[in-house]
């Protein structure tokens, strides 16, 4: 359940936080990126932030997203 239901739920929330053109530009930049490379939790953060000025700390807390 948390692995299949509340990651897409947060992804859908933070796109409605952010809006959805700088959520497809995150992703977009994201993937970009750290195509066939690693990944982590806190870079996902810090590009998440990066494409905002909106403070995402208690969005993090909310969903319960560590790293």
Do not use: P
């Amino acid at each position: 359940t948390v692995v299949y239901t509340y990651g897409k739920c947060a992804l859908h929330d933070l796109r409605r936080t952010i809006g959805t053109t700088a959520m497809e530009n995150l992703l977009r930049n994201y993937a970009s990126a750290h195509w066939y490379g690693i990944s982590t939790t806190a870079e996902f953060k810090a590009a998440a932030q990066a494409a905002t000025s909106v403070d995402l700390s208690s969005f993090w807390t909310t969903h319960r997203i560590d790293g």
